[in-house]
């Protein structure tokens, strides 16, 4: 039997809404986030999409992280593009092997019953 433990998060992004009493700039946000800056430029790895109530939404992997969530919020063809008002919780840890992330993307999804993950969901 193999054994496959899940890395702590290196980064969670929480949606948040900015206090509009004071008179600091507004900050751009992207469906409420706005510290995307916090992800490395060039490390690949895992991305975990949550709703409000901790339910796992969807699992992605990716060469270079950053880039690609945003283009989850921002593309036309990603599969959280109907449901990206439903994301409150964004968590990555980074993985810079491509095998190790295929495997970790395909055991959360099939360990959490990622909701929105439609490929390699297996005997659930």
């Not at 900015?18 to 895992?46: C, L, M, T, W």
């Not at 491509?98 to 005997?123: C, G, Q, S």
Request: proline letters at 4%; hydrophobic letters at 35%; zero cysteines.
């Amino acid at each position: 039997m193999i054994k496959i433990e899940i890395p702590k998060p290196d980064i969670t992004l929480v949606q948040r809404v900015q206090d509009r009493s004071n008179d600091e700039p507004e900050i751009p946000s992207v469906y409420g986030f706005i510290d995307f800056h916090q992800i490395a430029r060039d490390k690949g790895g895992i991305i975990m999409f949550f709703n409000k109530e901790e339910e796992l939404l969807f699992v992605g992997k990716a060469r270079k992280v950053r880039q690609r969530v945003k283009k989850h919020f921002e593309d036309n063809v990603s599969p959280i593009k109907d449901h990206r008002e439903e994301v409150s919780k964004i968590k990555i840890f980074y993985v810079d092997d491509a095998m190790e992330r295929e495997i970790y993307e395909t055991y959360l999804i099939n360990k959490f019953v990622a909701k929105y993950n439609v490929d390699k969901k297996y005997a659930h």
